[in-house]
């Protein structure tokens, strides 16, 4: 993939069921302890907010297979909205395509349906040992609000768990 490629259009759709199978290939690799079919079942299920994003299917040239393809997962994420908040469960960026700045156009994306769903905040949970991270958070405004002791897990075997930093941002809302 080409930087060019990384600012392509996206498009946000619907996580449905039949795109599990995509999504699950980009977490099992991405994640210590990634999510389960379970776990992302359930949260359609519950009604949370998942979006799959793909680029958007008139980016020109497509050929089936390449990173422009509508029908290749980029990355996705899964939101739950609380009467006042926005929490993010989950923003995972394929691999593949990571430092091509996807995270920072979903993240603002998120924002904006924050703002448009009249919701001033958003708050989420990241491990301390993702650096990456917590770097990008940081430079689109999050700041640490507390944190959940044991929150992850890392080692099912040995129990050994690892905190979870909680991280918040103001939602600037329309009057």
């Known amino acids: 993939m080409n930087a060019s490629e990384g ?5 946000f759709m619907p996580m449905q069921v039949a795109d599990l199978d995509a999504v699950l290939a980009i977490e099992s690799i991405s994640h210590l302890h990634p999510w389960t079919r379970g776990n992302f079942s359930d949260s359609l299920s519950a009604g949370h907010w998942a979006y ?7 980016q020109g040239a497509l050929q089936p297979g390449s990173y422009l393809d509508p029908q290749v997962l980029w990355a996705y994420c899964i939101l739950f909205p609380a009467v006042d908040e926005l929490h993010l469960l989950n923003i995972t960026v394929s691999p593949k395509l990571r430092q091509f700045g996807l995270g920072s156009r979903m993240m603002a994306a998120i924002e904006g349906v924050a703002a448009q769903q009249q919701m001033p905040r958003i708050i989420l949970e990241v491990r301390p040992s993702n650096t990456p991270a917590i770097a990008l958070y940081q430079k689109l405004g999050y700041e640490q609000i507390g944190l959940r002791k044991n929150y992850y897990p ?8 690892e905190d979870a930093i ?3 941002k103001s939602i600037k809302l329309e009057a």
């Open 7 to 11: 600012r392509a259009e996206l498009s």
């Open 52 to 58: 799959c994003i793909r680029p958007q299917a008139d």
């Open 154 to 161: 890392v080692n099912p075997q040995s129990g050994i768990r």
């Open 166 to 168: 909680v991280m918040a």
